[in-house]
């Protein structure tokens, strides 16, 4: 049976561990995994948009020697002729030997997973998960911070369906000492399953409001998009889309070493003054993304490189 990535919960703190060790080994010694996908396959299925995840996926399996088939939206898959995900992939899985999928549909990685006989990555399916944004924000934090443990997360904006602070959320719950800081308007909260994971493990979170008062005392801040196309109607989304915008006046107050972190794509919820910032590092966590997803797929397919 392949492996699949559908949650981060799939793998554990050790593997995790392992992960990223490895994404910092490619990032050192690029040139030894250069062959280490000749002849691989990955096929990226993504039926949403997506820039920096699609891409950095095939930058990837490229920077490792494979190569990359895949579609970059519904309509121009067989899904516009009605063509189910489970059909979808059992194809896929004799053209090529790993697949990255991007559903609008909350658990349609999973469906992928129990049809195909290849490893499935979940690329983001609907408001629910995005794991391997998370193993990107991990990483980042990890290498900046030096730590993952004992550290006060603000997470700001659409919480209630913004996939990436979900996974998230999830994955640094494993880690000793970890507080959350939920910053967000009532109607956009951390979705109540999510808040029952963390008060069965006795984790450390509150849900205030005010981007002002918490951004004094945070170890990272990150950021998230409005996420417009989850929303059932569009007034809705014009009341809260600019309900938080970072700017110089609010970095003043942040404490000088907290990073501030975005998933992208910004849209005005960060001014782009802040980018100067040298706490700014959402650009580069963006190329964080390209170095683990090299060591996932090299993971999920059992290749070591010695
Ligand atoms: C995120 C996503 O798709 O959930 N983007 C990404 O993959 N980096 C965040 C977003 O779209 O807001």
Redo the contacts with the bound molecule.
């Keep these: 049976m392949p492996r699949h990535l559908l949650n981060p919960m799939d793998f554990s703190v050790e593997e995790l561990d392992r992960l990223m060790d490895l994404a910092g080994d490619i990032r050192s010694n690029p040139d030894k995994y250069a062959h280490a996908c000749d002849r691989k396959t990955l096929a990226t299925c993504f039926y949403e948009p997506?820039t920096?995840?699609r891409l950095s996926f095939e930058s990837a399996m490229y920077h490792l020697g494979g190569h990359v088939l895949g579609f970059s939206s519904a309509d121009s898959s067989s899904a516009a002729k009605g063509e189910s995900v489970s059909d979808t992939i059992r194809v896929i899985s004799s053209y090529a030997d790993i697949c990255a999928i991007r559903h609008p549909k909350e658990g349609a990685a999973y469906v992928a997973s129990l049809h195909s006989g290849i490893p499935v990555i979940n690329a983001?399916d609907g408001g629910h998960q995005?794991p391997t944004?998370t193993l990107t924000d991990l990483l980042t934090i990890r290498t900046l911070k030096g730590r993952l443990d004992r550290i006060r997360v603000g997470l700001c904006g659409d919480l209630k369906f913004?996939?990436?602070v979900h996974s998230l959320i999830n994955a640094l719950s494993r880690y000793e000492g970890i507080e959350f800081v939920m910053i967000s308007p009532p109607e956009l909260r951390v979705p109540e399953y999510i808040l029952e994971n963390l008060d069965a493990k006795n984790i450390s979170y509150v849900q205030v409001q005010s981007l002002d008062d918490a951004i004094t005392d945070l170890d990272i801040l990150y950021m998230?998009?409005v996420?417009r196309e989850r929303f059932f109607n569009e007034d809705d989304y014009v009341r809260m889309k600019d309900f938080y915008i970072l700017n110089k006046e609010k970095m003043s107050l942040a404490p000088a070493d907290m990073l501030v972190m975005h998933?992208?794509?910004r849209v005005n919820e960060i001014s782009v003054e802040v980018d100067e910032d040298p706490r700014a590092v959402y650009f580069q966590q963006a190329q964080f993304g390209m170095y683990i997803r090299m060591a996932l797929i090299l993971t999920l397919l059992e290749i070591k490189v010695d």
């Design positions: 997506s920096r995840t983001g995005h944004q913004g996939r990436t998230t998009r996420q998933p992208l794509p």
